[in-house]
């Protein structure tokens, strides 16, 4: 069997950005005492990320020594290509190439609010088998008529939704045991406010599990809020009609209530523009690595953007593909490769991918440098 945290990036464990490893540690105790099964322990991270190191830095050495279990980097061997017959947007997915060893999967994600799909939970948690960059294809599909005719019954729907809904068809947990010790509002994966809940949320239906989730730190939202998990109860109810469930009220819990577990938190901006207004972001078929470093250089830079930028005279950020219609003017910065196609419209390309946080001050700073000569030379 699989533990499949979230340690997709190379972060301390204070941030709970990723899995809490004293979760893990329980759950593998539970485990260990009760079956004689073969225990792997692994995730595939984002872009340009050292699994291995994101795993110590995030405080799961001990785990990784545990005799009885087998650490594993999921990207070091040949993937597996899995056919998705009935595949709205997907009709194939390479996945770890480790995908032969699991007959059971423990998804152990961290509950946090996220800017491209409402909240990242236990299935979402699972997009973490995909092989390597294969992950990044789902944020590049472009479908706008599919999506156009969606959207008359799902609002929020965008390709991203739909192609992690397909990944049900081949890839889904068999028990989910949702971290919520401490979970991350608002601006989600990486750059969200952390909340502390010290609470635990398990499931062998990771749609209930995830349901919960969402009831207690969402309780306005319905499921639609998160698509692909809407599009996912919508496929069960095909196949299984007993076992369909879209509210927290469909299901039954242990606690009966559970009210007292109720923290609502800040859920995803619909736009940057919220927290930060002299910012405007556009950001369309980017991945969750780009969406991390302009949200962390956001966070980390708002005094110096407060001070320098203003509503009419924004920070103008482009991330990701699918960008192709907007204005570019000479001081819009074009973020990471997937703007290459944009370079000529005009603007400051900044290369990368992901692009590092770091090169992005500069270039801003550089920018902001460049106009208080030029005000001076007046
Ligand atoms: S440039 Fe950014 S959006 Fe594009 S693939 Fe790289 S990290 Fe993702």
């Given amino acids: 069997m699989l533990l499949k945290p979230n340690v997709g990036r190379e972060t301390d464990p204070k941030q709970a950005i990723n899995t809490n490893p004293l979760v893990v540690e329980a ?5 260990e005492e009760k079956y004689d099964a073969q225990i792997f322990l692994g995730d595939s991270p984002i872009i340009m990320t050292d699994s291995k190191k994101a795993f110590k830095q995030s405080g799961f050495e001990r785990l990784m020594e545990e005799k009885k279990i087998t650490w ?3 990207d070091e061997k040949k993937p597996k290509t899995l056919p998705i017959k009935d595949g709205i947007l997907l009709k194939k997915i390479r996945v770890t190439g480790y995908w032969e060893e699991f007959d059971y999967i ?3 994600p961290v509950l946090k ?5 409402g909240a990242t ?4 948690n699972c997009k973490g088998l995909i092989y390597k960059r294969d992950k990044i294809k789902l944020h590049h599909l472009e479908a706008i008529p599919l999506i156009k005719k969606m959207r008359e019954e799902i609002p929020k729907v965008k390709e991203l939704d739909v192609a992690i809904a397909d990944l049900y068809q081949v890839i889904k947990p068999d028990l989910a045991v949702i971290d919520a010790s401490y979970v ?3 601006m989600g994966p990486s750059a969200g406010e952390k909340t502390k809940l010290d609470t635990i949320i398990a499931s062998d239906n990771f749609l209930a599990a995830d349901i919960v989730a969402l009831a207690l730190t969402q309780p306005k939202w319905t499921l639609k809020d998160v698509p692909h998990l809407y599009l996912i109860s919508k496929e069960i109810k095909k196949n299984d009609d007993n076992s369909f469930f879209t509210s927290v009220n469909d299901i039954q819990n242990n606690p009966k209530d559970f009210t007292s577990f109720v923290h609502e938190i800040a859920g995803p901006p619909d736009t940057v523009t919220i927290k930060y207004p002299n910012v405007i972001l556009y950001s369309k078929n980017s991945c969750s690595s780009c969406v991390s470093t302009v949200s962390l250089f956001l966070k980390n830079n708002k005094d110096l953007i407060d001070k320098n930028f203003t509503k009419e005279n924004p920070l103008r950020l482009v991330i990701g593909t699918g960008n192709k219609d907007i204005k570019v003017y000479e001081d819009t910065f074009l973020v990471g490769n997937c703007t290459m196609n944009l370079r000529d419209k005009n603007g400051i390309f900044i290369r990368g991918c992901p692009p590092v946080q770091s090169v992005l001050l500069k270039n801003v700073s550089e920018y902001l440098s460049q106009l208080e000569k030029d005000s001076e030379g007046n």
Avoid at 121 to 124: E, I, V, Y
């Fill in 121 to 124: 939970l236990s299935f979402k």
């Fill in 113 to 117: 609010m996220h800017m491209h799909t």
């Fill in 184 to 186: 991350i509002g608002g």
């Fill in 72 to 74: 594993l980097n999921l």
């Fill in 27 to 31: 759950v593998f105790e539970f485990l």
């Fill in 106 to 108: 423990i998804s152990i």
